[in-house]
């Protein structure tokens, strides 16, 4: 049994067996859920430890047929993309598990539904069978509504249940349209990635096919990542949410869209891609320079963060859009960091609001005195979310840009503007509002304790998150020589990129647009002088082993 | 072959010290700064060796390796990164000391010294990147500590906004930065400093028509962190953090750091298609002048060495951008000396007047206290400009510079010299001499020994250095380009600038004699500023900093704000509400429309079979 497969039953396991425990056996369900996420963290750190880079590749693999008239599977692997994602899976789904002592009622259905979204999630990302894929994906988006409508808060929970619910289910739903075309029209009757992505290299689609698919995946995928202008639904769910499943959601579950895209999206559509990324790229600048002025204007916290992370979602799109090794990598290595970053925002966030019962940043105010520890950790998160350096975070970030400049410059330009100075605005607004400044009690709640952390194991799944953000912000090879030959041998053996000139004119006091025609008409353009020799090189490497 | 890799242990000493504390010994006030102190003295030592038993050399490990884009983690040691090496891991020991005392019984101790050696690293950093994407993650982290460094005091709200206030201005410039680095790569196709260095020099128009912009790219990185205008908004709100932070971070190192930039990347600024260097001159040279008004109206005494700072970092640019890196770093070392000593000396004056920091409530206090008068005078004197302190010889260079170059800059900068000299003799004579104007005044004390040392052992190279022949080992690194450096070191140094380009000495005397001359006349045993009625409207604008601070915020307010609430607004109307409510509403009307066809009538449910049946049967049999 591939240790894969131990990952993703054991959670689905124990959700089963919490089902038989009596509801008053409460540590004992807890004490389960803890270690049916830790054992999985440390099982695919192990694997991420041991995935053997040289080689590459698809490895720890399991492969066992389900359906075999319709080619559908159960085959789960890892190559280099997806290890760092399952890592990410676990680490969140463990660091959820942890926060989730927040829920005193109806404890029992709580973790059960945890403990399924959790294997569902880990599905999701060690699967390498298309419908099984899917399948995960479905699996823990259920238990997502039943906990936001069950145990979520604040005023709007019903409204944002309601929101939430249809929006994604109708992302997945276009998605699957769009997956569903892909299986009839490459007319190989399997669903098995792999083998998927390299027969339709060998024989792609036509022109036109591509072109009818790519939007449905673009747009079905695109609304599971809040992509704008679909992206309402994020901030108002993850605010109503409890906290674990803002953290398992934002940070995880919303990566299958943009996982999506880079698996099966880009390699298996490269023409239908080229012919719609610039929509992407548009729509990529309305999260970063959109989403991010109306964090600027939030009054609670959490909907700041969320339209934060809807911001962040920005830049993976763009590395998307770009095309090109660089920015695709920096997507990937953005989806590991973001994860992390929104997990450990959420937590926080959640851990505030047991405090002070209240996020609205008016009635906060000078909390890190009482709360060194959080506000630390806050503080630093923040610092993250605005794209500092030795969080994993800016690598990411730098990557895209580094990877979009020689295809989209003007693009590139505007995105700078959102991450480095739209960004700090309003990240740090929220530092000055709520952790400096004189500290000001709430006021109808009289004075609030103000609890930091007291032990241990309440600031566990904080430092775990922080500690692995800085980690791959320190060392980002970690992640990127596995990442890169795996999107390398999935991107598309392209022409010659078109380059645009416009780089070249771009004057630095033009004022960056949202959505700006410029690099459309840029893309026509072609000039050497951007030519490196180092693209000829890469470009070779990509060649199926 | 081995000792270089002290070089590491120099890097990383102080992020060590800053995590040891963070993580282990943050409790324990005295361990926690004796470490810090620790770390920056090994790293000192370190720098030393290196600086003695180097020339250059570089150390390279990969950061980050992805298809066209090659990071190097690098350690460049050469005459320009060694020189500043020391300069900061010196400047940087003797601060540490001094934050010993001056702390003292602050809270927030080892909170202090974690932040200080977090900078210490950050700034290293930068000093030794052998790649302009390092130096920009450096340059990130350099603002990050300034960050938490102004802020230190958070719980102030003037901290807490100057600390976001420097942050925002400083990523204003990194945008600028950034795209210029992507522009520099884009062209060049790497951001190694050698292998661009060598590119150019084997196809100097490589750049194309595209230098020019890219350097001003660059160039915006030094005014966000120079501080230059239009963004020198930031530096004099700075002053909101402890004076040990304002003397290391904002007056000696950190916002050198543009300066030293320039001139890192000089060769990509020089070159023959590239009209950025003059650009570069006029923003200094006018930055240069704009502070020095600032400064002659200003009370507060760390504000008006924060305004002097700011002329003089755009003296240095302005040096950057008249082609002369050599004397721009030479100004730069003086100058980390001479102001990080004046910036000490003001601390130990507000130390002993018990956080009092206006001027005009201190008066005598040369005899209350001897050792910071002395060598606060010292101080001055080197910045001012007079034989044989060191900021003589340096300002000399850029004077000289001008001279050959640009006659209006020259005049600029000579009028810049003289409102230099006019405001520190205002500074000195009225908090220093005088009689005391408050009772504060009458009962200062000179600070403790830990704090008046670091004073001294700073107050000797802002005297030597003009002689310690530094423009000889820069001429090494920029080879033709630093003209206006001149060579020899020691007794011969001493005349040197009289017999190289004598106008530019004697101008630079001069004025300097003008400016000590006017302030004496207007201060000399004045209770109040005279300035204000003499000068009307101008020295009122003066005193308000020319209102840049009102004009910028009503900016934001109308630009940034105003597009922030459309923004929300949008998101809230019309995405949210009128096309998610109104699908929803859509959605529940069909529904209810839909819901009249469910009668529960059996004749309906037959008769609409039927028509069902009937159709389909059409469909199936006709239509085809």
Same mark, same amino acid.
């Given at each position: 049994m591939s240790p894969l497969t131990l990952i993703i039953l054991l959670p689905l396991l124990a959700a089963v067996g919490v089902a038989f425990v009596p509801r008053s056996f409460r540590l004992l369900i807890r004490f389960t859920a803890l270690l049916s996420t830790f054992v999985p963290m440390i099982v695919s750190l192990a694997l991420f430890v041991m995935f053997d880079t040289a080689q590459g590749g698809v490895q720890f693999g399991q492969k066992a047929d389900w359906v075999p008239s319709l080619g559908i599977q159960f085959y789960v692997g890892v190559d280099g993309i997806n290890v760092c994602l399952v890592l990410l899976a676990t680490i969140v789904a463990f660091a959820a598990a942890c926060v989730s002592w927040e829920i005193q009622q109806r404890e029992k259905e709580y973790y059960i539904l945890l403990l399924l979204m959790a294997g569902g999630i880990m599905g999701a990302f060690a699967s390498l069978d298309l419908f099984l894929f899917y399948f995960f994906h479905e699996l823990a988006l259920v238990p997502t509504f039943i906990m936001i409508g069950v145990w979520g808060r604040g005023a709007d929970k019903n409204y944002a249940t309601f929101k939430i619910t249809l929006y994604l289910s109708l992302g997945a739903l276009i998605a699957l349209i769009g997956l569903i075309a892909l299986y009839q029209n490459s007319g190989l009757r399997t669903f098995d990635m792999i083998e998927l992505a390299r027969q339709l290299k060998e024989r792609p689609l036509s022109t036109s096919t591509q072109q009818f698919i790519f939007p449905w995946l673009m747009f079905?995928?695109?609304?599971?990542?809040?992509?704008?202008?679909?992206?309402?639904?994020?901030?108002?769910?993850?605010?109503?949410?409890?906290?674990?499943?803002?953290?398992?959601?934002?940070?995880?579950?919303?990566?299958?869209?943009?996982?999506?895209?880079?698996?099966?999206?880009?390699?298996?559509?490269?023409?239908?891609?080229?012919?719609?990324?610039?929509?992407?790229?548009?729509?990529?600048?309305?999260?970063?320079?959109?989403?991010?002025?109306?964090?600027?204007?939030?009054?609670?916290?959490?909907?700041?963060?969320?339209?934060?992370?809807?911001?962040?979602?920005?830049f993976a799109f763009l590395g998307i859009a770009s095309f090109n090794v660089l920015g695709v990598t920096g997507a990937v290595v953005v989806m590991v960091a973001h994860g992390l970053l929104a997990a450990l925002s959420f937590g926080l966030t959640g851990y505030l609001y047991q405090t002070a019962k209240t996020l609205e940043m008016d009635r906060l105010g000078g909390l890190l005195r009482g709360m060194p520890f959080v506000g630390t950790v806050s503080i630093m998160a923040m610092m993250a979310g605005c794209g500092l350096p030795g969080f994993a975070n800016f690598v990411g970030e730098a990557m895209v840009f580094f990877g979009i400049w020689k295809v989209y410059p003007m693009a590139t330009v505007a995105a700078c503007w959102g991450a480095l100075v739209i960004g700090a605005v309003y990240m740090l607004r929220a530092v000055r509002v709520v952790w400096h400044g004189a500290s000001a009690p709430i006021g109808d709640a009289g004075t609030v304790a103000w609890v930091d952390a007291p032990h241990w194991w309440r600031r566990l799944p904080y430092l775990l998150l922080l500690s692995f953000l800085i980690l791959f912000g320190a060392i980002p090879r970690l992640l990127t020589d596995k990442i890169q030959p795996e999107v390398a041998r999935l991107l598309p053996v392209q022409k010659q990129l078109p380059v645009p000139s416009l780089a070249v004119k771009s004057s630095p006091s033009e004022s960056p647009k949202p959505f700006s025609p410029a690099p459309l008409a840029a893309v026509a353009v072609s000039d050497s002088i951007f030519q490196h020799p180092g693209e000829a090189r890469h470009r070779t490497e990509r060649n199926d082993p | 072959m081995m000792l270089q890799h002290i070089a590491w242990i120099v890097l990383f000493a102080p992020l060590a010290a800053a995590a040891l504390i963070a993580l282990a010994t943050r409790r324990d006030d005295r361990l926690s700064a004796q470490i810090s102190i620790a770390a920056s003295a090994v790293a000192f030592a370190g720098s030393l060796i290196l600086f003695l038993a180097f020339d250059r050399f570089e150390l390279a490990w990969s950061w980050l390796n992805v298809g066209p884009l090659k990071v190097d983690l690098g350690f460049k040691f050469d005459a320009l990164s060694g020189l500043?090496?020391?300069?900061?891991?010196?400047?940087?020991?003797?601060?540490?000391?001094?934050?010993?005392?001056?702390?003292?019984? *602050?809270? =927030?101790?080892?909170? @202090?010294? %974690?932040?200080?050696?977090?900078?210490?690293?950050?700034? +290293? &950093? !930068?000093?030794?990147?052998?790649?302009?994407?390092?130096?920009?993650?450096?340059?990130?982290?350099?603002?990050?500590?300034?960050?938490?460094?102004?802020?230190?005091?958070?719980?102030?709200?003037?901290?807490? *906004?100057? =600390?976001?206030?420097? @942050?925002? %201005?400083?990523?204003?410039?990194?945008?600028?930065?950034? +795209? &210029? !680095?992507?522009?520099?790569?884009?062209?060049?196709?790497?951001?190694?400093?050698?292998?661009?260095?060598?590119?150019?020099?084997?196809?100097?128009?490589?750049?194309?028509?595209?230098?020019?912009?890219?350097?001003?790219?660059?160039?915006?990185?030094?005014?966000?962190k120079s501080a230059q205008f239009p963004l020198h908004v930031w530096l004099p709100d700075a002053m909101e953090g402890p004076t040990p932070v304002s003397a290391l971070i904002h007056a000696a190192t950190m916002v050198a750091a543009g300066v030293f930039m320039l001139c890192r990347v000089f060769f990509l600024l020089n070159v023959p298609d590239s009209s950025a260097l003059p650009v570069i001159a006029w923003i200094g040279g006018g930055t240069g002048l704009l502070a020095a008004?600032?400064?002659?109206?200003?009370?507060?005494?760390?504000?008006?060495?924060?305004?002097?700072?700011?002329?003089?970092?755009?003296?240095?640019?302005?040096?950057?951008?008249?082609?002369?890196?050599?004397?721009?770093?030479?100004?730069?070392?003086?100058?980390?000396?001479?102001?990080?000593?004046?910036?000490?000396?003001?601390?130990?004056?507000?130390?002993?007047?018990?956080?009092?920091?206006?001027?005009?409530?201190?008066?005598?206090?040369?005899?209350?206290?001897?050792?910071?008068?002395?060598?606060?005078?010292?101080?001055?004197?080197?910045?001012?400009?007079?034989p044989p302190f060191s900021g003589f010889y340096s300002k000399d260079a850029i004077l000289a510079q001008g001279f050959e170059h640009n006659t209006w800059l020259f005049l600029l900068a000579v009028f810049t010299a003289w409102l230099t000299t006019f405001y520190m003799s205002r500074l000195v004579i009225v908090a220093f001499f005088g009689g005391p104007k408050s009772s504060g005044a009458e009962e200062a004390h000179e600070s403790p020994g830990i704090m008046t040392s670091p004073l001294i052992f700073l107050a000797v190279p802002s005297v030597v250095a003009g002689i310690a022949g530094i423009p000889g080992r820069l001429s090494t690194q920029f080879g033709a380009a630093a003209e206006g450096a001149h060579g020899p070191a020691g007794f011969a140094a001493l005349f040197e600038p009289f017999s190289h380009s004598p106008l530019p000495a004697f101008l630079g005397l001069l004025v300097f004699m003008l400016g000590v001359a006017a302030a004496c006349s207007f201060y000399w045993g004045a209770k109040e500023d005279p300035l204000p009625s003499k000068l009307g409207w101008f020295a009122r604008a003066m005193k308000d900093r020319f209102y840049f601070d009102e004009i910028y915020s009503a900016l934001v307010r109308l630009t940034q704000e105003t597009i922030a609430t459309a923004a929300a607004w949008f998101d809230r109307w019309i995405l949210s509400g009128l096309m998610v409510r109104g699908a929803h509403g859509t959605t529940e009307l069909v529904g209810r429309a839909l819901r009249l066809a469910q009668t529960g009538n059996l004749q309906t449910y037959a008769l609409l079979l039927a028509f069902g049946v009937a159709w389909m049967l059409f469909y199936a049999l006709v239509a085809r």
């Open positions: 079905g995928f695109g609304i599971l990542v809040s992509l704008w202008p679909f992206h309402t639904w994020a901030p108002l769910g993850y605010g109503a949410a409890p906290t674990a499943v803002s953290m398992l959601h934002a940070g995880v579950l919303k990566k299958f869209g943009l996982y999506g895209l880079i698996r099966v999206a880009l390699p298996m559509l490269p023409e239908g891609a080229a012919s719609w990324v610039h929509w992407l790229v548009a729509l990529s600048l309305g999260n970063i320079i959109y989403c991010g002025f109306v964090a600027m204007r939030q009054k609670d916290l959490n909907l700041l963060i969320g339209n934060s992370s809807v911001a962040h979602m920005g | 500043m090496l020391l300069v900061v891991t010196g400047v940087g020991t003797a601060i540490h000391v001094y934050s010993f005392g001056y702390m003292q019984g *602050d809270r =927030s101790f080892a909170r @202090f010294f %974690a932040s200080m050696s977090l900078f210490m690293f950050s700034m +290293l &950093g !930068i000093v030794v990147s052998n790649n302009l994407a390092q130096m920009f993650v450096f340059w990130e982290l350099v603002g990050v500590s300034s960050y938490l460094l102004i802020g230190f005091w958070y719980e102030r709200p003037a901290a807490a *906004d100057a =600390s976001k206030k420097a @942050f925002i %201005a400083n990523r204003v410039g990194d945008f600028g930065f950034l +795209l &210029g !680095i992507l522009m520099v790569w884009g062209l060049l196709g790497t951001v190694r400093f050698d292998e661009l260095e060598a590119r150019l020099r084997t196809d100097p128009g490589a750049m194309g028509a595209a230098a020019t912009v890219a350097g001003l790219l660059l160039f915006c990185g030094a005014v966000g008004l600032i400064a002659v109206q200003q009370d507060d005494i760390k504000r008006i060495l924060a305004y002097s700072t700011l002329s003089q970092l755009g003296m240095m640019v302005m040096a950057v951008g008249l082609g002369g890196p050599g004397p721009a770093m030479y100004h730069l070392v003086t100058h980390a000396f001479f102001k990080a000593l004046l910036f000490l000396g003001a601390g130990s004056v507000i130390h002993a007047m018990h956080h009092e920091q206006d001027i005009w409530k201190m008066g005598r206090l040369s005899q209350r206290l001897p050792v910071t008068c002395k060598t606060f005078l010292i101080g001055a004197l080197a910045l001012c400009g007079v």
